[in-house]
């Protein structure tokens, strides 16, 4: 992991705004960049949504942001006006230097090279941000990697108070979805037991240079003091809503059947009547509460 500290000594002035299409392409063609379709590069050129992303992450000079894909900077620069901190984690090492040109003015950002999936946040946290009373995660997250990065920051337990990312609207509408609903899955239960979804905005794919093919969303994830259900083992936990899910058509019943195993038959029907969940409904009918339910009532039943 190589970092680049853009400490420019403080500034005088206000720099350029990156967000417009003009400075935007005049950034690209200058450095002769080529963006890569598989990193998912979409630079967002509308400063008004930057500002409303900036916003709903309730930042002031006493909290730190880090942000995940800062691209140009065009994010960043809006971060650093409002934060005490900022760090941006960027894996194109052809961008390190477009970002330390653009943000040469701010001396409370650090851009760290590297991909985060494969950072030690927690040492980050404790090297770049002791000193602020808050952290957030503020990003435009590439399409193709949106829940593996989120799942990490929500796995690794990290003092957070809020995740606020553009993110693929569909999927953004799957983690505010409620029990019952289309796009209620194991990736609602499994973001709304760390946080708290709220729908910010929809962003259209027009206001982005490429444009994707596809609408986006920005979604303020609050994090819970507590996970939302209490679980004697929360891998199993995860395991047990996994399974619930396999297939969507399919009952609880032969769902669970299927992951426990049929010469498990009995304690699956124990478990089921401890649970008081009727097996013949749909995983995508169950709450956060009955998952928890659920999954106490087979783990006390003895199945691993």
């Known amino acids: 992991m190589s970092e680049q500290d853009t400490s420019g000594g403080g500034r005088h002035s206000k720099p350029a705004e990156v967000a417009t299409p003009k400075r935007t392409q005049d950034i690209i063609k200058r450095h002769g960049f080529s963006f890569k379709k598989s990193l998912g590069q979409n630079f967002l050129i509308d400063s008004n949504i930057l500002r409303k992303i900036v916003a709903a992450a309730g930042l002031d000079k006493s909290k730190g942001a880090l942000e995940i894909g800062p691209g140009i900077g065009a994010l960043t620069q809006h971060l650093a006006e409002e934060a005490a901190v900022v760090t941006a984690v960027e894996i194109d090492e052809r961008l390190i230097p477009i970002l330390g ?4 003015d701010y001396d409370n950002v650090e851009i760290v090279h590297g991909d985060v999936l494969g950072l030690d946040l927690h040492e980050l946290f404790r090297r770049r941000y002791a000193d602020v009373t808050g952290v957030s995660v503020v ?21 957070l108070e809020h995740i606020v990312v553009m993110i693929q ?17 194991s990736l609602s239960v499994a973001v709304q037991y760390y946080c708290e979804p709220e729908l910010v905005c ?8 490429p444009q994707p ?8 994830l609050s994090l819970r003091k507590v996970p939302a259900v209490q679980t004697p083992d929360e891998a199993f936990f995860f395991r047990t809503v996994q399974a619930s899910f396999a ?13 426990i195993g049929k010469d498990k038959r009995e304690l699956l029907e124990r478990a089921m009547t401890q649970s008081g969940i009727d097996p013949i409904r749909r995983g995508e009918t169950l709450s956060l509460d009955e998952f928890a339910k659920l999954s106490f009532a087979l783990y006390e039943a003895g199945i691993r």
């Open 101 to 104: 040109e653009v943000l040469s």
């Open 139 to 159: 990003a435009n997250l590439p399409y193709y990697v949106t829940t593996p990065i989120l799942m990490k920051l929500l796995e690794d337990k990290l003092p």
């Open 169 to 185: 609207k569909e999927v953004a509408e799957r983690m505010a979805a409620s029990p019952g609903s289309k796009a209620y899955g």
């Open 202 to 209: 929809i962003v259209p794919h027009t206001v982005f240079i």
């Open 213 to 220: 093919n596809v609408d986006s969303a920005v979604i303020k």
């Open 247 to 259: 297939q969507r058509r399919k009952t609880l019943w032969n769902n669970l059947q299927s992951w």
